[in-house]
């Protein structure tokens, strides 16, 4: 029995995150990462690139830039739209770790501006989102937004795993649980097609 109809991942879902990153690694390391068209979710690094650094810089990153970050496209209002049709609080999950909760925090209460859940599954050493199938399963979650290919494959509780087209995903095959979208307006004609 589900518990929760349907939640989000952050990054890439409700947050356009990534201009984060280009303005960090430009300003800290005069590397333009995102010169291409980006289709990559792994960052081409240069080859003196300490990759220590990496969850670090992203961290900081985030902290940095986040206020400046705007929202995907109806991201915002179809959270809404689906709180209100289930009269539910939204559920986030994400792979941030807790190091970036209080910009994450910040930033939903201003664009949201609605009640929500927070729940991250990133460590003190990584924000790879390994832990996010286990906690969704958890939380009982018939559908899930998504925009990591790996990610999508990988989580198996839910009736539907939704996945936006995103650069670092084009071109890529997922499983058959998983379903393409354009953004949430997408998973708004599904699931209400599903629940009619």
Sequence with gaps: MYKINIAYDFDGVLCHTMPAFHQYWSEKYDWRIFDGDGRSFNMPMPPDYDMKNIHSDIVEAINLYQPYLKPHAFAMEMVREFANRWNETPLIITARRPENVEVTDSWLQHYLGIPYTLVTTGSEV???????????????????????????????????????????????????????????????????????
């Design 126 to 196: 990584s924000s790879s989102g390994e832990n996010k199938p286990d906690t969704i399963a958890k939380w009982g979650v018939r559908y899930f937004v998504e925009d990591r290919f790996k990610t999508c494959n990988n989580i198996k509780s839910c009736d539907q795993v939704f996945m936006p087209d995103r650069p670092w995903n084009t071109h890529r095959v997922p499983l058959d649980h998983v379903m393409r979208v354009n953004n949430l307006l997408g998973v708004w004609d599904e699931v209400t097609e599903d629940n009619l």
